[in-house]
């Protein structure tokens, strides 16, 4: 009779890679899954973890998260995201905003046992030498980033948009290498909003890229938010096969009160935010936002990244310079319920279960910003009726890993990763997780340290040179380049 090291015993198994919908038990030896069945036995001296009641999936693979940065938010420190990620149950996560160097320092200072991958975001004068960088440039950019260890690179078009030539010129120098290239939208000839979407089919020609939470271009500011949606499906058909897509489900969204010096909100995100509810795009704009309670401010208590309003949230924006990370109510709930929930018609004979998502993943874009609600409010779209079991964990944790080329994670195969979440139905709240077979968060507690750096080959040298633990994903295999030659 084989044994356990590790039993999770007569929880629901929801695994839709292996079309698994059953209270069973999974059985983890040496940090991989070993057996999923029933009365399955632990080792001497392995433990055991009831789960009757509770949903057992694939670990949450959050696709875009911030758990670093690249300089630009100074208010919080991003690593604490790693903890709030992992007591939320995210147990592998893509940081899109920050620098190899900040990841790694931040795993190692502050991680949480999750698994951490990160592209270095483009920021003019800061990760790289200039505005509008030519694609000689960009390509030396991106060698380097990989060789540091990052999987690729981010544009953040709503803070710091290029021309649109530019663009396409970073898009073909990350695709050349296999690069990863995520893309906050806008140039600077749009706006981060549906503007912003419209230009992709054209900027993108053949290339592929993931375009980033999609519900940002779905907020109602130019069209009804519920047409916004439909003519993001319509673009992103277009483009079918060469994009990856998530999005977010929490109302708040994550940004900067940064103003100049004539007294002028600078980003575009944050102008949205303001002209949005009618304020004035300025100093004073902002702080009558803050104040009304519109506005909030993110600051650090007890180690964890919390929201903040009031006479509290000017204080802190003020002492930041203005340069103090912002959040605002912006994201409507119908945006990210179409988002999260519609599906392509079925294939010929196939079952509406089975239809592709129109937008890949549920992402948290949190992190350190305290919305990491992926897990809750997709639970939430599950007992409202809205998505299955088995499509809930589509969302969450299988897709996320066809997304990225993780392979040996989003599904219970024998020989796959042991990351494991654990949810509690009725409250829609992960209770457990679990990384490699080892228990990292309990009853909404990190308990774990250190955790993964996921790089891709070119980043092999750094990633042993940090002293992490690091694995090396091949991005040849990521839904991104599938098919790329
Ligand atoms: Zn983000």
Redesign the pocket.
Known sequence: MPTYDTVIKNGRVLDPANKTDAVCDIGINHGKIDAVGEGLETSAGGRAINAVGRWVMPGHIDT???VSSAGDERNVDRALGLAMLAESGTTTCLD??GTPESLSDGIRRLGSGINVAGVMALIPHLTIPQDDPPIAMMRDVVSDALSRGAVGVKM?GGYHPFTPESTAGVVEAANEQTAWVAF?LATKDSSSTLEGLREVPDLLGEGRLHV??VN?YCRGMILSAEQECREAFDILDEVRGQVVTES?LAQMN?TNGLCDEDGNVVANVPQNCLTARGYPTTEAGMRQALLDGYGYAQTVRDGRVILVTGQEAVDIWEAANTAASLSFPVNPASSAFTLATEQYEPEDNGAPDDAEFRIDAV?T?GGA?PRNVAIERTMALVNFGALTALNAVRKLSYNPAIMMGLINKGHFTEGADADITVVDPDSGLATMSLVAGEVIMEDGKSVANGGAWIVTAHGEKAAQESGLKYEVVDLEASQLYRGWS
């Open positions: 875009h998260a911030h899109l905003l953040i906050h980033a939470h940002s977010y994550g992402s874009d910003i």
